[in-house]
Each structure stands twice: as C-alpha cells, then as structure tokens.
C-alpha cells in the first residue's frame, strides 16, 4: 500500500506519456478526462456486498474520536466491507512478544458497525528479516506462517476470515528485492496453510498486486507475469481468490484508449491466467482503488473523481468473477495539496466531504443483501442437511 500511488502509472508506463500528459491536462482545468462505457447501461447501483473501504495503517493510530468518526462515515455509504491492516512489525515488535490492543479496539468497532473485516497481513518486523528495508520478506517462511496462524486464530472466532498475505509483492519497494513469484509462493503457502489449520473458515486472497508492467531493471512485475508465476510454483491451491490494486487515474477505468496499460482494463487477462490453470470460478478482488484530488502530477478533479468513483464501482459489475471494488481512502492523510499521497480520501483531513462521497453513497444499493465469498468453497455449519451444501452452492453462484 502506498507504493503503487507513489509509483504513477504515468510514469510506469512508458509507452503512455502522451496520452496521460492529455488526461491531466483534462484534469488541471476540472474537466472529466474522457467518458467511459459502463457495461450494462441501465445499471446505476452496485449492491453493497461488492463495495469496502482500504482505510489504509492510519487508522489504527488514530485518537479514538478521529477513528469512531472515520469508521461513521464509512459505515454511513453503506458499504459492507472493510480492509484493515495487521503490520507483523507492529504486531510483533520483538519476537514472542504480541501487542493485540489497537487491533482488538479497531476490530470491536468495526464489527459494531456491521462491516465485514479482510485482514492484510503485511510486511516482516526486522528480526524476521535481518534486513534494513521494511519490506523485506521473513528469512524464515514459516515465521510469517506462524504470525498468520496466530491471526487467524485469534480473529477467526471474531468473524474475521479473509486474509490478504502481503501487499503489493510485484513490487521491488514491497520486497526489498526483485519481484519474485516463486519466492512469494512460499510465504503464501505457509501462511495459507497455517491460517486455514487454524481457522476452516479461512479464506485467502494474494497479496494485492499493484498496477504495473514488466520493467527491464525487474524492479516491478505486472501483475499478468505474477499471477502466472504464483501458479507456475505450484501455488495455485493456496489461493481462494487472487487480489489486484487496478489503479486508472488519471484515467478513467473505462477508457479505452489506454487499454494497453490501465490494469483496470487488463483484469480479465489476468482472469484469463487463473482460468488456464482450472481457477475459472475463483474470484479477483479489487483490494484498492481510488484516485488524488489536489495539484501534484496525476491528481484528479473533484469532478473527476467522483466520476471514478462511480465508473469504478459500476465498472467491474460487467464481469462474474470480479470480488468487492475496496475503495482507498476514505479521509485524506494530510491537507498539502501538492503530496498525492495525502489526498486520496472521499473527505478531507478535516472530514469536511468531497464530491465523491455523495457519488459513492448514491452508487451503492442497500437494499442488495452481501453475497457470501467464496461460494466454491462453502463449507456447512453442523447439522445442515445431507445434499444441501450443492443447492446452496448453485443458488450462490445464480446471485
């Protein structure tokens, strides 16, 4: 998280310079860069079990009044889901020793307001790595296996059970190194295999890979070559759902004339990988997605903004395996209009609202119930009835 919004697709990729220059530019005078189709044009309203907030790691230290009302707002667009940080670093500052505290406060609150937790569990506290990046992965698996485990069976029993293992790992800033799949793999295997022995209910997504291409330095993958490179390890089982920060903007997600890099667009190639290795009904999760409001280089318009919002929602409504859209973020980080990076939120660091909530709130359908994830995998509470599981598991997949 962060590094993919530091990383502007703008500069990225290359071979789009031309076109994104003409989208800010769009963008600097408060137009809307381009109008996008949205499949299926009656479709106004998404149902909330498709929509949730990444929050981001601020939350967690936020005073208890900022946190309640931030946790308010969010609640208030009927949004059901929620993406909360676990840092193992902050978890587990020195080896044995756990700080459970914020997140049981922060957990216990969301919970309150009805939303649905997915737990990302990112990052390696520095006498797991031996390293002086903060993303470098663990020396050890299998010590990443245990502080999942530990997660899940801490939280399992409080309703939590999507796990999302690490965070933009296509990423040199997000591994400390080179991307490497095969690498990665491992860590999702362990983790994967100690949060399901210590919860059934466990349910795994990647870690959310970041808007990329294939960069000649390796420095970042995209996401295509990793998905791909997940299942050439043989890791494909440890999966129940891949997760994907497909971050347009500038552009709209829809644009079709930056189909070539918008990894928006590019999501049903990396569907296409999944499908070739038997995981067609599996599901892509849309961990982050948003776009900056302000005067750095790839801000949007207030108007554009609000226009992403709903695009971004209604947008992925075109594909059946497409998961929840989480949006980032609901407040900004900061009030320097100039520092992308402070001026994700929907609302401003003084909670004072953009454009954008009131879009966001307007595109979200309440009265749609929360379809369960995962319905390939249902698994029967005890006493559901013989030759039942079948039938549930058709109507989920109708819904």
């Not at 059970?161 to 933009?168: P, T």
């Amino acid at each position: 998280m962060g590094s993919v919004r530091r990383r502007f697709v703008a500069i990225v990729v290359t071979g789009a310079i031309v076109g994104v220059s003409a989208l800010v530019a769009a963008n600097r005078a408060g137009q809307d860069p381009t109008v996008s189709t949205v499949p299926g044009a009656a479709t106004t309203t998404v149902a909330a079990g498709r929509v949730g907030f990444s929050p981001g790691a601020d939350i967690l230290w936020a005073t208890p009044a900022d946190q309640a009302r931030e946790l308010d707002l969010m609640a208030a667009t009927g949004a059901h889901w929620l993406r909360l940080d676990f840092p193992w670093p902050s978890i587990e500052p020195s080896r044995g020793q756990s700080n459970w505290a914020p997140f049981d406060t922060l957990v216990g609150a969301a919970h309150q307001r009805g939303f649905e937790i997915v737990g990302l569990a990112g990052y390696a506290p520095g006498w797991a790595t031996q390293a002086a990046s903060p993303g470098a992965p663990p020396v050890d698996p299998t010590a990443y296996g245990r502080f999942v485990g530990a997660l899940a069976q801490r939280y399992g029993p409080q309703g939590v059970h999507v796990w999302e293992l690490w965070n933009e790992p296509n990423l040199r800033s997000s591994w400390s190194a080179d991307p490497n799949p095969a690498a990665y793999a491992v860590l999702l295997e362990a983790g994967s295999a100690a949060a399901r022995a210590a919860d059934p209910l466990a349910r795994i997504l990647s870690g959310g890979l970041a808007p990329a291409t294939d960069a000649r330095d390796g420095s970042q993958m995209s996401p295509i070559t990793f998905v791909t490179g997940i299942y050439s390890a043989g890791a494909g089982d440890s999966l129940d759902a891949v997760a994907i920060h497909p971050y347009s903007y500038p552009a709209l997600p829809r644009d079709t004339s930056t189909s070539s890099w918008n990894t928006y667009q590019r999501l049903p190639l990396v569907h296409d990988v999944m499908a070739a290795n038997g995981d067609g009904e599996k599901q892509i999760w849309l961990t982050e997605f948003g776009a900056p409001t302000g005067t750095a280089n790839g801000a949007v318009s207030l108007t554009a903004q609000a226009t992403m919002a709903r695009e971004g929602l209604l947008g992925s409504l075109g594909w059946s395996w497409s998961g929840p859209l989480f949006w980032y973020a609901l407040r900004d980080r900061g009030t320097d209009p100039a520092d992308r990076e402070a001026n994700f939120g929907l609302a401003r660091r003084d909670f004072s609202l953009k454009p954008a909530y009131s879009t966001f709130v307007a595109t979200i359908d309440r009265s749609a119930g929360a379809p369960a994830p995962f319905n390939d995998r249902f698994v029967p509470p005890p006493g559901f009835p013989v030759g039942a599981r079948e039938i549930v598991q058709a109507l989920h997949r109708e819904r």
